[in-house]
């Protein structure tokens, strides 16, 4: 008797992908978005089957995902932005309120949600995650097109 492995991949059979975007922090989430669109792309997914909605900050964006889902045909979405720490206790209830709600999402849509969301004591911290050592947004879109994968392996 063998074990059955059941993997996903980034090149999903078909996808069609939402980003929800923060404006707060735009400066780094933009990169994040360009970085998100260009994997999608280099994945297999057309402009056509992707679509960006952006929002004010990150606390908005699980109402923002979910709206999403509720009004459009999609197979997963990417949520980014960023919550950099400052002097009072503001940054760990974003980061709470955020990471609960992303996760909420999941589990009650089934959707797959990448969580694209940067939680740094810093700007600087928050640039490097966007810069040429990577990007943080392109490996949300690659974790939401391998969950999308898995999803239509299991359900075949």
Known sequence: MSINYIEGNTKPLSAKVGIVVSRWNS????RMLNGA???????????EDIVVARCPGSFE?????????????????IALGVV??????HFEYVCDAVTTGITNLNLN???PIAFG????????Q???????KGNKGAEAALAVLEM????????K
Do not use: F, H, M, Y
């Not at 669109?37 to 402009?47: F, Q, T």
């Open 37 to 47: 669109i260009k994997a999608l792309n280099g994945n297999g997914i057309s402009d």
């Open 148 to 155: 999308i994968s898995l999803q239509q392996e299991l359900n």
């Open 27 to 30: 400066s780094i989430t933009e």
């Open 84 to 89: 950099i720490r400052g002097g009072t206790p």
């Open 126 to 132: 928050a640039l490097e995650r966007v810069g040429d």
């Open 109 to 111: 849509t089934g959707k």
């Open 61 to 77: 964006l699980p109402l923002a995902v979910k709206s999403l889902l509720e009004s459009r045909d999609l197979d997963g979405v």
């Open 117 to 124: 969301v940067l939680t740094t004591d810093d700007t600087k």
